[in-house]
Protein backbone atom coordinates (compact mmCIF):
# COMPACT_ATOMS: atom_id res chain seq x y z
CA UNK A 1 0.00 0.00 0.00
CA UNK A 2 1.20 3.69 -1.37
CA UNK A 3 1.49 5.70 1.84
CA UNK A 4 0.54 9.53 0.25
CA UNK A 5 -1.77 10.40 3.40
CA UNK A 6 -1.40 12.52 6.33
CA UNK A 7 -2.36 12.09 10.02
CA UNK A 8 -3.39 15.35 11.98
CA UNK A 9 -3.06 14.82 15.81
CA UNK A 10 -4.71 17.82 17.92
CA UNK A 11 -6.69 20.43 18.84
CA UNK A 12 -10.91 20.10 17.62
CA UNK A 13 -12.86 22.96 18.45
CA UNK A 14 -15.93 25.03 17.23
CA UNK A 15 -14.92 28.72 16.44
CA UNK A 16 -17.37 31.18 17.38
CA UNK A 17 -16.22 34.31 15.39
CA UNK A 18 -16.88 38.25 15.61
CA UNK A 19 -16.28 40.74 13.36
CA UNK A 20 -15.91 44.17 13.75
CA UNK A 21 -14.42 47.44 12.32
CA UNK A 22 -11.79 47.12 15.71
CA UNK A 23 -10.73 45.57 17.98
CA UNK A 24 -12.09 46.79 21.88
CA UNK A 25 -9.40 48.29 24.06
CA UNK A 26 -9.83 46.80 27.95
CA UNK A 27 -13.76 47.31 29.32
CA UNK A 28 -14.64 48.33 25.47
CA UNK A 29 -17.47 47.25 23.73
CA UNK A 30 -17.57 47.80 20.40
CA UNK A 31 -20.62 47.18 17.64
CA UNK A 32 -19.95 43.91 15.55
CA UNK A 33 -20.87 43.56 11.90
CA UNK A 34 -21.38 39.71 11.50
CA UNK A 35 -20.83 36.66 13.37
CA UNK A 36 -19.80 32.51 12.90
CA UNK A 37 -20.04 29.36 14.28
CA UNK A 38 -18.25 27.20 12.33
CA UNK A 39 -15.54 24.36 12.92
CA UNK A 40 -12.25 25.35 13.83
CA UNK A 41 -8.68 24.20 16.30
CA UNK A 42 -5.86 24.32 14.72
CA UNK A 43 -5.71 20.78 14.34
CA UNK A 44 -9.02 20.49 12.51
CA UNK A 45 -7.83 23.49 10.04
CA UNK A 46 -4.54 21.28 9.20
CA UNK A 47 -6.81 18.04 8.51
CA UNK A 48 -9.23 20.62 6.61
CA UNK A 49 -6.36 22.42 4.59
CA UNK A 50 -4.50 19.30 3.66
CA UNK A 51 -7.32 17.31 2.73
CA UNK A 52 -8.78 20.59 1.01
CA UNK A 53 -5.30 20.91 -1.07
CA UNK A 54 -5.66 16.55 -2.43
CA UNK A 55 -3.97 14.62 0.69
CA UNK A 56 -6.39 11.99 2.22
CA UNK A 57 -5.98 12.90 5.58
CA UNK A 58 -7.50 11.28 9.14
CA UNK A 59 -7.90 13.21 12.12
CA UNK A 60 -7.46 12.30 15.52
CA UNK A 61 -8.87 14.52 18.35
CA UNK A 62 -11.52 14.38 20.75
CA UNK A 63 -15.08 16.15 20.93
CA UNK A 64 -16.95 16.13 23.83
CA UNK A 65 -21.03 15.24 24.50
CA UNK A 66 -22.72 18.56 23.56
CA UNK A 67 -24.44 20.25 20.55
CA UNK A 68 -21.11 21.57 19.39
CA UNK A 69 -19.40 18.22 18.53
CA UNK A 70 -22.20 17.33 15.90
CA UNK A 71 -20.87 20.83 14.07
CA UNK A 72 -16.93 19.84 14.47
CA UNK A 73 -17.99 15.97 13.09
CA UNK A 74 -20.25 17.27 10.41
CA UNK A 75 -17.65 19.84 9.18
CA UNK A 76 -14.36 17.58 9.46
CA UNK A 77 -16.33 14.98 7.18
CA UNK A 78 -17.72 17.98 5.16
CA UNK A 79 -14.48 18.97 3.49
CA UNK A 80 -12.97 15.30 2.99
CA UNK A 81 -11.25 14.46 6.24
CA UNK A 82 -11.60 11.22 7.53
CA UNK A 83 -12.94 10.77 11.50
CA UNK A 84 -12.52 7.58 12.29
CA UNK A 85 -9.49 8.49 14.86
CA UNK A 86 -11.69 11.43 16.45
CA UNK A 87 -12.98 9.73 19.82
CA UNK A 88 -16.19 11.06 21.67
CA UNK A 89 -15.49 11.95 25.35
CA UNK A 90 -17.41 13.39 28.67
CA UNK A 91 -17.80 16.93 28.72
CA UNK A 92 -17.99 19.84 26.30
CA UNK A 93 -16.50 20.01 22.86
CA UNK A 94 -13.49 22.61 22.61
CA UNK A 95 -14.03 26.35 21.95
CA UNK A 96 -12.11 29.48 20.39
CA UNK A 97 -13.47 33.15 20.74
CA UNK A 98 -12.13 34.68 17.75
CA UNK A 99 -12.60 38.67 16.86
CA UNK A 100 -11.64 39.97 13.64
CA UNK A 101 -10.91 43.58 12.64
CA UNK A 102 -11.39 45.51 9.47
CA UNK A 103 -8.07 45.22 8.18
CA UNK A 104 -7.97 41.14 8.82
CA UNK A 105 -6.38 41.25 12.41
CA UNK A 106 -7.48 38.76 14.68
CA UNK A 107 -7.12 37.81 18.91
CA UNK A 108 -8.18 34.04 20.31
CA UNK A 109 -9.08 33.17 23.33
CA UNK A 110 -8.73 29.43 22.98
CA UNK A 111 -10.84 27.25 25.43
CA UNK A 112 -9.10 23.43 24.94
CA UNK A 113 -12.10 21.42 26.79
CA UNK A 114 -12.58 18.28 25.32
CA UNK A 115 -9.10 18.47 23.90
CA UNK A 116 -7.49 17.62 27.60
CA UNK A 117 -8.70 14.34 27.02
CA UNK A 118 -6.12 13.06 24.10
CA UNK A 119 -4.31 10.66 25.43
CA UNK A 120 -0.58 8.94 24.22
CA UNK A 121 -2.44 5.58 24.36
CA UNK A 122 -5.15 7.42 21.86
CA UNK A 123 -2.66 8.50 19.53
CA UNK A 124 -0.49 5.25 19.41
CA UNK A 125 -3.83 3.88 18.18
CA UNK A 126 -4.48 6.16 15.70
CA UNK A 127 -1.14 5.48 13.86
CA UNK A 128 -0.89 2.32 14.31
CA UNK A 129 -4.69 2.20 12.78
CA UNK A 130 -3.59 4.50 9.74
CA UNK A 131 0.31 2.71 9.28
CA UNK A 132 0.99 1.99 5.58
CA UNK A 133 -1.75 4.76 4.68
CA UNK A 134 0.02 7.85 5.45
CA UNK A 135 3.46 9.56 5.48
CA UNK A 136 3.17 12.81 7.07
CA UNK A 137 1.94 13.34 10.78
CA UNK A 138 0.87 17.12 11.31
CA UNK A 139 0.94 18.25 14.90
CA UNK A 140 0.22 21.38 17.23
CA UNK A 141 0.37 22.90 20.73
CA UNK A 142 -3.24 22.98 21.44
CA UNK A 143 -3.26 19.28 23.20
CA UNK A 144 -1.33 18.28 26.28
CA UNK A 145 2.32 18.92 25.61
CA UNK A 146 2.94 15.84 26.69
CA UNK A 147 0.74 14.29 24.49
CA UNK A 148 2.23 16.19 21.26
CA UNK A 149 5.95 15.10 22.18
CA UNK A 150 4.52 11.49 22.60
CA UNK A 151 3.54 11.92 19.26
CA UNK A 152 6.25 13.37 17.57
CA UNK A 153 8.65 10.39 18.78
CA UNK A 154 5.82 7.52 17.67
CA UNK A 155 6.04 9.30 14.79
CA UNK A 156 9.26 9.53 13.79
CA UNK A 157 9.63 5.86 15.30
CA UNK A 158 7.30 4.74 12.86
CA UNK A 159 9.09 6.52 10.00
CA UNK A 160 6.55 9.69 9.25
CA UNK A 161 7.41 12.81 8.69
CA UNK A 162 6.70 15.04 11.50
CA UNK A 163 5.60 18.53 11.53
CA UNK A 164 5.48 20.49 13.96
CA UNK A 165 3.30 23.99 14.13
CA UNK A 166 4.16 25.22 17.56
CA UNK A 167 1.35 27.09 18.39
CA UNK A 168 0.18 28.27 20.81
CA UNK A 169 3.94 28.85 21.54
CA UNK A 170 5.30 27.19 24.72
CA UNK A 171 8.36 25.90 26.46
CA UNK A 172 9.21 22.05 25.18
CA UNK A 173 11.49 19.37 26.32
CA UNK A 174 14.90 19.38 24.44
CA UNK A 175 14.33 15.74 23.56
CA UNK A 176 11.36 16.61 21.09
CA UNK A 177 13.00 18.41 18.59
CA UNK A 178 14.69 15.84 17.04
CA UNK A 179 11.78 14.19 16.36
CA UNK A 180 10.67 16.82 13.91
CA UNK A 181 11.43 17.06 10.49
CA UNK A 182 9.85 20.16 9.58
CA UNK A 183 8.74 23.33 12.44
CA UNK A 184 6.88 26.15 11.18
CA UNK A 185 6.85 28.85 13.30
CA UNK A 186 5.45 32.26 12.56
CA UNK A 187 7.31 35.10 13.59
CA UNK A 188 5.87 35.93 17.36
CA UNK A 189 6.39 32.33 17.69
CA UNK A 190 10.00 31.96 16.65
CA UNK A 191 10.63 34.83 19.27
CA UNK A 192 8.98 33.20 21.99
CA UNK A 193 10.65 29.83 21.68
CA UNK A 194 14.43 30.84 20.38
CA UNK A 195 14.25 34.27 22.22
CA UNK A 196 15.49 35.92 19.26
CA UNK A 197 13.27 38.88 18.34
CA UNK A 198 12.25 38.06 14.32
CA UNK A 199 11.83 41.15 13.04
CA UNK A 200 13.13 40.43 9.64
CA UNK A 201 14.53 37.92 7.02
CA UNK A 202 17.75 37.94 8.77
CA UNK A 203 16.75 37.21 12.11
CA UNK A 204 14.02 34.65 11.08
CA UNK A 205 17.37 32.87 9.61
CA UNK A 206 18.98 32.86 12.94
CA UNK A 207 15.98 31.50 14.75
CA UNK A 208 15.48 28.90 12.11
CA UNK A 209 19.38 27.72 12.99
CA UNK A 210 18.37 27.28 16.73
CA UNK A 211 15.71 25.05 15.89
CA UNK A 212 18.41 23.01 13.72
CA UNK A 213 21.17 22.82 16.70
CA UNK A 214 18.68 21.23 18.41
CA UNK A 215 18.21 18.54 16.06
CA UNK A 216 15.07 19.52 13.49
CA UNK A 217 15.56 18.98 10.25
CA UNK A 218 13.58 21.82 8.44
CA UNK A 219 12.77 25.02 10.07
CA UNK A 220 10.41 27.52 8.08
CA UNK A 221 9.85 30.83 9.97
CA UNK A 222 6.82 32.59 8.51
CA UNK A 223 6.72 36.27 8.34
CA UNK A 224 3.20 36.95 6.65
CA UNK A 225 3.31 39.87 4.01
CA UNK A 226 7.25 39.59 4.18
CA UNK A 227 7.13 35.66 3.25
CA UNK A 228 8.98 33.29 4.78
CA UNK A 229 12.53 31.91 5.75
CA UNK A 230 13.34 28.46 5.48
CA UNK A 231 16.41 26.85 6.67
CA UNK A 232 18.32 23.51 6.12
CA UNK A 233 21.72 22.59 7.14
CA UNK A 234 22.51 23.14 3.41
CA UNK A 235 21.03 26.76 2.73
CA UNK A 236 18.84 29.68 4.22
CA UNK A 237 16.38 30.57 1.60
CA UNK A 238 13.98 33.36 1.58
CA UNK A 239 10.54 32.92 -0.40
CA UNK A 240 8.88 35.99 -1.25
CA UNK A 241 5.36 36.04 -0.42
CA UNK A 242 2.15 35.81 -2.53
CA UNK A 243 0.23 39.00 -3.61
CA UNK A 244 -3.26 39.20 -2.07
CA UNK A 245 -5.67 41.57 -0.30
CA UNK A 246 -6.22 40.01 3.06
CA UNK A 247 -10.03 39.89 4.59
CA UNK A 248 -9.01 37.91 7.74
CA UNK A 249 -5.78 36.06 8.91
CA UNK A 250 -7.30 33.13 10.65
CA UNK A 251 -6.39 30.03 9.80
CA UNK A 252 -3.77 31.27 7.71
CA UNK A 253 -0.76 29.46 9.53
CA UNK A 254 -2.84 26.13 9.67
CA UNK A 255 -3.37 26.70 5.41
CA UNK A 256 0.29 26.92 5.29
CA UNK A 257 1.40 24.14 7.23
CA UNK A 258 -1.54 21.36 5.83
CA UNK A 259 -0.85 21.99 2.77
CA UNK A 260 2.50 22.13 3.05
CA UNK A 261 2.16 18.30 4.62
CA UNK A 262 0.36 17.21 1.72
CA UNK A 263 2.49 18.25 -0.67
CA UNK A 264 5.18 16.15 1.39
CA UNK A 265 3.43 13.62 1.16
CA UNK A 266 2.79 13.52 -2.39
CA UNK A 267 6.30 13.26 -2.97
CA UNK A 268 6.85 17.23 -3.89
CA UNK A 269 10.49 18.34 -3.25
CA UNK A 270 10.97 20.44 -0.11
CA UNK A 271 11.01 24.15 -2.56
CA UNK A 272 7.98 23.19 -4.04
CA UNK A 273 6.15 22.00 -0.98
CA UNK A 274 7.06 25.82 0.55
CA UNK A 275 5.48 27.45 -1.96
CA UNK A 276 2.02 25.06 -2.17
CA UNK A 277 1.97 26.23 1.97
CA UNK A 278 3.03 29.83 1.21
CA UNK A 279 0.31 29.73 -1.24
CA UNK A 280 -2.60 28.05 0.79
CA UNK A 281 -1.74 30.61 3.04
CA UNK A 282 -2.06 33.27 1.05
CA UNK A 283 -5.17 32.25 -0.33
CA UNK A 284 -6.87 31.43 3.04
CA UNK A 285 -6.74 35.90 4.28
CA UNK A 286 -8.82 36.54 1.04
CA UNK A 287 -11.60 34.57 3.13
CA UNK A 288 -13.64 35.43 6.19
CA UNK A 289 -13.53 32.30 8.85
CA UNK A 290 -11.21 29.61 9.72
CA UNK A 291 -12.41 26.30 8.12
CA UNK A 292 -14.16 28.19 5.60
CA UNK A 293 -11.18 30.57 4.64
CA UNK A 294 -9.02 27.27 3.31
CA UNK A 295 -8.39 26.55 -0.34
CA UNK A 296 -9.36 23.84 -2.75
CA UNK A 297 -6.40 21.93 -4.65
CA UNK A 298 -7.32 23.77 -7.62
CA UNK A 299 -7.19 27.36 -6.22
CA UNK A 300 -3.70 26.76 -4.96
CA UNK A 301 -2.58 25.70 -8.49
CA UNK A 302 -3.80 28.40 -10.22
CA UNK A 303 -2.30 30.73 -7.88
CA UNK A 304 1.23 28.80 -8.21
CA UNK A 305 0.74 28.75 -11.95
CA UNK A 306 -0.10 32.16 -12.30
CA UNK A 307 2.99 33.12 -10.42
CA UNK A 308 5.39 31.02 -12.48
CA UNK A 309 7.32 32.89 -15.07
CA UNK A 310 5.64 32.14 -18.54
CA UNK A 311 2.64 31.07 -16.46
CA UNK A 312 4.28 27.53 -16.65
CA UNK A 313 2.25 24.60 -14.69
CA UNK A 314 3.87 24.23 -11.08
CA UNK A 315 3.71 20.40 -9.52
CA UNK A 316 0.56 19.27 -8.32
CA UNK A 317 -0.32 17.54 -5.10
CA UNK A 318 -3.43 15.82 -6.46
CA UNK A 319 -1.32 14.93 -9.73
CA UNK A 320 1.32 13.15 -7.66
CA UNK A 321 -1.34 11.48 -5.44
CA UNK A 322 -2.87 9.80 -8.25
CA UNK A 323 0.63 8.73 -9.87
CA UNK A 324 1.33 7.09 -6.10
CA UNK A 325 -2.01 5.55 -6.13
CA UNK A 326 -2.07 4.27 -9.78
Known amino acids: MTRHGVLVVGGITVDVTAFSSRLPRPGETVLGDDITLFLGGRGANQAVAAARAGAPTWMAGCVGRDSFRRIALDGLSRHGVLTTEVRTV ?13 TGENDIVFTPLANT ?12 ATRGRVSVLLLQLEVRAEVTCHAAAAGAAAGLTVVLDPAPARTLPDEVWRHIGVVTPNASEATALTGIEVDGVEAAATAGRWFLDRGVRHALVTLGAAGAVSVTPERARHFAAFRVTPVDT ?45 PEAADIQALLDAARPGGRPSPSVTDRSRERVG
Do not use: K, Q
Open 117 to 128: ALTPAMVDRSIA
Open 90 to 102: PGRTGVAHIRVDA
Open 250 to 294: TAAGEAFTGALGAALAAGLDPDAAVRHGMAAGALATTRPGASPSL
